[in-house]
C-alpha cells in the first residue's frame, strides 16, 4: 500500500463546478499537507498548505484536512478552464526542511470545459 | 520564492547516451534536490545535493547512473547515464521555499522532459 493515495482521474467538469480532489494517507506522522498544481510543461507550483487539521480558504480554494481519517481534500469553486492542471497532494512531518522527509500523491488531472 | 531555471526543457535521446540536465537558482541555497516524474506514479526524489559534499541518493538510485555535480550555492546538474527507454521521464530541479519554518515546501523548475529511443 502507498503511504500516499490520490484518485488519479482524469477529471473533467463543466465551467462553474465544484470540484472535490482528494488524498488518504496512512502515515500519522504528517503534520503539513500541501496542494500543488502543475500546469503542462511546467513544474509543480505550491498553491495551498495547511499545518495539522481543519480548513483553509483562499478565494476559490480550499483544503480541508480530517487527520483522524488520514484524508485531506481540495475543493475548488466556480471551476475555470485556467484551473486545468494536474493536482498533486503532498504531505511531510514537521521537519527541518529535507524533501527527503515529502511525500507526494501521484497527481489528478483536471479538465474544466468551458 | 526562487526562480529556477532548468535546461534542457526537452530532449530525445539514443539509447546507451547520456544526457546532462543543467539547474541555476537566482539565489544561493543550501540543498537541491532532483526529482523524477514518470506518467501516473508520484514524484520520486532522486538525490539531494549539498555543496561541497557528495549528493545524497535515495533507494534504488545511485551515484553510477545518475551522478550529480554542485559546484555552487546556485547550480547543480544531474547526469543520466547510459540511458534506456524506462528512462524516458520528466527530471524536475527543486529548492526548499523557505517561507514556511517546519515546512517542506519546495519551488521547483519546469522540468526537463526527456525521451529515450
Known amino acids: 500500500q502507498k503511504e500516499v493515495e490520490q484518485d488519479p482521474g482524469p477529471l473533467s467538469v463543466p465551467e462553474g463546478a465544484i470540484v472535490s480532489l482528494n488524498c488518504t494517507y496512512s502515515n500519522s506522522a504528517f503534520q503539513y499537507f500541501m496542494w500543488y498544481r502543475q500546469y503542462s510543461r511546467k513544474g509543480p507550483e505550491l498553491l495551498m498548505y495547511?499545518?495539522?487539521?481543519g480548513n483553509k480558504e483562499d478565494g476559490r480554494f480550499t483544503a480541508q484536512v480530517d487527520k483522524s481519517s488520514k484524508y485531506i481534500s481540495l475543493f475548488i469553486r466556480d471551476s475555470q478552464p485556467s484551473d486545468s492542471a494536474t493536482y498533486l497532494c503532498a504531505m511531510s512531518p514537521i521537519s527541518s526542511g529535507s524533501a527527503r522527509q515529502l511525500t507526494f500523491g501521484s497527481g489528478t488531472q483536471l479538465t474544466v470545459l468551458p | 520564492s526562487a526562480v529556477i531555471s532548468q535546461k534542457p526543457s526537452r530532449d530525445i535521446c539514443q539509447r546507451g547516451t547520456s544526457l546532462t540536465i543543467q539547474c541555476q537558482v537566482d539565489?544561493?541555497?543550501?540543498?537541491m534536490f532532483w526529482y523524477r516524474q514518470q506518467p501516473g506514479q508520484s514524484l520520486t526524489l532522486i538525490a539531494t545535493?549539498?555543496?561541497?559534499?557528495?549528493?545524497?541518493?535515495e533507494s534504488g538510485f545511485v551515484i553510477d547512473k545518475f551522478p550529480i555535480s554542485r559546484p555552487n550555492l546556485t547550480f547543480s546538474t544531474l547526469t543520466v547515464s547510459n540511458m534506456s527507454p524506462e528512462d524516458s521521464s520528466i527530471y524536475l530541479c527543486?529548492?526548499?521555499?523557505?517561507?514556511?519554518?517546519?515546512?517542506?515546501?519546495?519551488?521547483f523548475g519546469a522540468g526537463s522532459r526527456l525521451t529515450v529511443l
Open positions: 495547511t499545518y495539522s487539521s
Open positions: 527543486s529548492v526548499d521555499d523557505g517561507t514556511i519554518s517546519g515546512a517542506n515546501v519546495l519551488t
Open positions: 545535493a549539498n555543496q561541497g559534499s557528495e549528493a545524497t541518493y
Open positions: 539565489s544561493q541555497v543550501t540543498m
